[in-house]
């Protein structure tokens, strides 16, 4: 089942005009044990920086071939996610279906990682480490920086601190992976959690 309940216009990242923000939309699933199936949701920020929810799928499994439908679906219901092509930021969490997909669909569009989901890879990764809380601390530091200066102070702490951890942080593209290095400053929102908060809370469906 695929649901796109609103027109997508444009602007509504903040209220901001198309050359001052790209556009950004944010993706995820969510495993819904209650429904037994798999809830995919594409959101955005509506002009009060409010999550809006731009399209909802109700599948029974997570797989490349089932992110392909929903991105597929959401280029028909909304073509102006292809018409903004290289404009258009998508952000994501770590699975790889999700970007195998979007690329093949949206192949111009750019990508930014879920700071969450990184948040809790660092905390695995560097669990056993003696500065554990510290490198922690220092990656919200680095995602919380408003400006590209600040972010790289926060980098050279980390390299201070612990340089294997300052290889972790910056193994993705820098647009990739903090706030302040993309077009436009997220401000806290559009990490994939929200898209998956949303599913969950909106979904009162059984999958087909």
Known sequence: MFLAPHNLTYPLNGGRNQCEAPPIVTVDAAHTHKCGGVVFTMVMANAHNEIHPLAFAIARVESKDSWLWFFQNCCAAMPQLLAWGSKLVVIV????????????????????????????????????????????????????????????????????????????????????????????????????????????????????
């Open 93 to 208: 969490d770590g699975n790889a279906s999700i970007r195998w997909a979007s690329k093949r669909v949206l192949p111009s569009s750019n990508f930014f990682h879920c700071v969450k989901h990184r948040a809790r890879d660092v905390a695995k990764r560097f669990a056993a480490h003696a500065d554990k809380a510290k490198i922690y601390r220092l990656w919200w530091v680095v995602c919380g920086a408003t400006c590209k200066r600040d972010c790289q102070a926060g980098l050279e702490e980390v390299r201070r601190v612990s340089p294997e951890a300052f290889d972790y942080f910056t193994t993705r593209p820098r647009e990739e992976s903090f706030p302040s290095y993309m077009p436009t400053c997220c401000g806290g929102k559009y990490t994939s959690n929200d898209a998956g908060t949303c599913a969950v809370s909106h979904c009162r469906c059984a999958p087909y």
